[in-house]
């Protein structure tokens, strides 16, 4: 007797929550890198692995801290020509513009001549977990803060709102996140809807009956194990808030 495999080696979700018939590959042209907590690859919405799947020039590293960009790439860079999404928000003031992307100094303010900012990057950073666990992937490495600095005004509402509770209003999954800073670069709305194929049928298959064969589930693999997938997405986390911050300030002194 053998038990099915409880997990997709592609997209990992769980065998009835495989998403991989939805996946198709983007040859994008600025390259993507995500920064996963390691206790947030256990999350069933967790979508950093989709944005592997669905972006060509893309790469996952799961850990705490790396000791530059380059180490992570294997190349050198111009940190000028990368962006991150800022852990902040940018800040009320005299002006405050409503623009979908805003490049912020770093105190948070936009700055002048963003957009063309934004034309010149070659890639852009997401940090991939809670809210706490991406406010300390941001700690450990300084590095990220001489990367351009992107805070999104999403003006959509994120999907994660039909699975599961919202710290903030503003929060999108990661995949969102790329999907929206991509469509935005390629000044192409259909590179979004394109994107999120994957993560609109997984929230599909989670709303459906779940099939209900014994099925051994291995209690160190999901903190929710006796949960029902309703349940566990209750509980869960929003895997990357963005944006969200407190003290930016305190963050810059680390590094300067
Ligand atoms: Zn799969």
Redesign the pocket.
């Known amino acids: 007797m053998s038990a099915p495999a409880p997990f997709?080696a592609?997209?990992?979700?769980p065998s009835h929550l495989?998403?991989?018939e939805a996946v198709e590959a983007l040859d994008n042209s600025v390259f993507v890198v995500v920064l996963q907590h390691p206790q947030e690859k256990r999350e069933t919405l967790s979508t950093a692995q989709l944005v592997k799947l669905q972006l060509k020039n893309s790469l996952i590293r799961i850990g705490l801290s790396w000791p530059s960009l380059k180490r992570i790439l294997g190349r050198e860079v111009d940190y000028k020509k990368w962006g991150v999404l800022y852990l902040g928000t940018a800040k009320q003031g005299e002006q405050t513009p409503e623009d979908e992307i805003a490049v912020v100094d770093r105190n948070g303010r936009p700055v002048h001549g963003g957009d063309a900012i934004l034309a010149n990057l070659e890639g852009i950073i997401l940090l991939d977990g809670t809210w706490s666990q991406a406010k300390a992937l941001w700690w450990r490495n300084p590095w990220l803060l001489k990367c351009q600095r992107l805070i999104l005004h999403p003006h959509f509402r994120s999907l994660y709102g039909e699975a599961r509770r919202e710290p903030r209003k503003e929060s999108v999954s990661t995949l969102e996140a790329a999907a929206f800073v991509l469509a935005y670069m390629d000044d192409d709305p259909e590179v979004f809807h394109h994107l999120m194929q994957p993560f609109q049928l997984l929230l599909k298959k989670m709303r459906q009956p779940r099939p209900r064969p014994q099925r051994i589930q291995p209690a160190t693999e999901q903190a929710g194990a006796g949960q029902t997938e309703e349940q566990a997405a209750e509980t869960a986390v929003v895997d990357t808030p963005i944006p969200v911050a407190d003290t930016p300030a305190a963050v810059d002194k680390t590094a300067e």
């Open positions: 997709c592609t997209c990992h979700k495989c998403i991989c």
